[in-house]
């Protein structure tokens, strides 16, 4: 395309400029503290839609956080490509462990970022890579190359299920019809091993409650008499796996999609370090279910995994009770076929089976999705193949992601489109995580390629 690389080197400096006051806000979704910091974004998010060259830009309201949407039409006979994004970020927690502040973005060079990576809370989820579809937008609308049709819809609860989502997507099918539905929320193998993900794990997350005595007791008097909910929680949690690291909840892994030899060998083709990877994690070794790589555990095989876990005393010096409850939240990351609200009732039922006497179990669903898996022989993979190829020199390796966005599976099933992920990020940029960062080099080079995938998207669909 004509003259992007000299566009994105001209501009370089007001991109990055731009993404960093989009990143001083603290749109936390989860803390109700910040409702007005998301409420901002939502309002800059539409800005800079505005700014970017969307002809329209609404802000939809909904139950909770509002839904930006925009578009730029140019020809109702030409495709139309939906771009999805989320504006909301993970709380900053644990504050310490950040060596700057998450909402203080500064620019530092690393031994995998030598150009520099921006270091704040939302740089590479969600907020770096949503703005570089606005740039591309932008660059395109500028010089006069937009393709086809664009529409934006930007949510601001992708970080707590997406609930209203489900909601506004049935109620604007025609408002959002598209041909193909455009993500980048997601990360590829390396800056030179470039890869598009065709595969995400579904989710179901859970909120356990073990109860005992009617108040906190005191550890002497009444020690080996009465039950001790964290006791009792911390054996139920150790008894959902084997020693196989199997999950034992009955039924669990009835609809798991068992993959072939001949797939497992494909997806054993992209680059990995086992050494590199213990080393990057500071772990003398990695853990998992037998039989599988570790590259297998975190992709295509089902997990079960404690989020946080509290009770008791945990202030400063000692306090000798036997809390009166325990908590735990608790997720479960699912393969294609596995029906998250299926796995939660499974999960309900066997964890309240195996509550000794002497305590109540109370579980609470929070939320979840389904899995999705996007075949490779679509126009869509095509053309964004094409355009990683173009842009990096080699075409990209298909992958498995072990993360979830459960809306995808939500967009086929209403708006009848295949989702294409298209991700810059790294696994070693500490998303949801202390010191959460996105290269530079990687946000300008979803910048360049993004355009690519319009332009040929466009052409393969004529």
């Known amino acids: 395309m004509n003259s992007l690389k000299e566009y994105i080197a001209q501009h370089k400096e007001r991109f990055l400029n731009e993404l960093i006051e989009l990143l001083k806000i603290p749109s936390v979704s989860a803390d109700p503290a910040f409702m007005q910091d998301v409420l901002n974004t939502a309002e800059a998010i539409k800005v800079a839609l505005l700014e970017g060259g969307c002809d329209t830009v609404e802000i939809h309201e909904t139950d909770g956080y509002p839904i930006v949407y925009g578009e730029k039409i140019i020809d109702s006979n030409l495709p139309t490509v939906l771009v999805y994004g989320h504006y909301d970020v993970q709380p900053s927690d644990p504050i310490e462990l950040w060596d ?10 690393t031994a995998l970022h030598p150009e520099g990576a921006i270091f704040a809370r939302g740089a590479c989820d969600d907020k770096g890579q949503l703005y570089m579809h606005v740039k591309a937008l932008e660059y395109m609308v500028q010089t006069n190359q937009l393709p086809c049709n664009v529409k934006f819809m930007i949510e601001g609860e992708e970080e707590i299920g997406s609930n209203n989502l489900a909601i506004y997507v049935a109620n604007n099918k025609e408002k959002l019809a598209n041909d193909i539905i455009l993500i980048s929320d997601t990360g590829m ?10 595969g995400l794990r579904g989710l179901s997350y859970v909120e356990v409650e073990v109860t005992g005595p009617n108040r906190d007791l005191h550890s002497g008097l009444y020690g080996g008499a009465v039950a001790n909910p964290i006791n009792v929680l911390t054996k139920m949690i150790a008894s959902l796996h084997d020693e196989n690291n199997h999950i034992t909840i009955l039924g669990f892994y009835d609809k798991v999609e068992n993959l072939s030899q001949e797939e497992r060998a494909e997806l054993a083709k992209a680059p990995f370090s086992l050494e590199n990877y213990k080393d990057a994690l500071k772990i003398g070794a990695v853990y998992g279910e037998s039989g599988y790589t570790t590259n297998e555990r975190n992709s295509i095989r089902p ?6 876990i509290w009770g008791g005393y945990i202030g400063e010096g000692a306090k000798t009770v036997i809390a009166s409850q325990a908590f735990a939240k608790i997720s479960m ?14 999960f309900k039922t066997h964890f ?10 109370k579980v609470t669903p929070h939320h979840g999705g389904q899995g999705y898996v996007t075949p490779i022989d679509t126009i869509g993979y095509q053309a964004a193949s094409k355009a990683y190829e173009t842009t990096f020199g080699k075409k990209p390796i298909p992958q498995r992601s072990g993360g979830s ?26 998303i949801h995580s202390p010191n959460e960062h996105f290269g530079i080099w990687n946000y300008l080079k979803g910048i360049e390629t993004i355009p690519y995938f319009y332009k040929y998207f466009t052409e393969m669909s004529s």
Request: no cysteine.
């Open 100 to 109: 700057s502040p998450p909402y203080e973005p500064v620019i530092k060079k």
């Open 189 to 198: 193998i390396a800056n030179d091993v470039p890869s598009i993900t065709t």
């Open 303 to 308: 997990t079960l995994d404690v989020n946080g």
């Open 333 to 346: 990351r699912l393969v294609p076929n596995q029906d998250w609200q299926e796995i939660t009732t499974l």
């Open 352 to 361: 309240e089976s195996i509550a000794p006497k002497g305590v109540t179990v």
């Open 405 to 430: 966005i459960p809306i995808v599976a939500l967009f086929e099933k209403e708006l009848q489109s295949k989702t294409i992920l298209m991700g810059f990020g790294l696994d070693s940029d500490a």
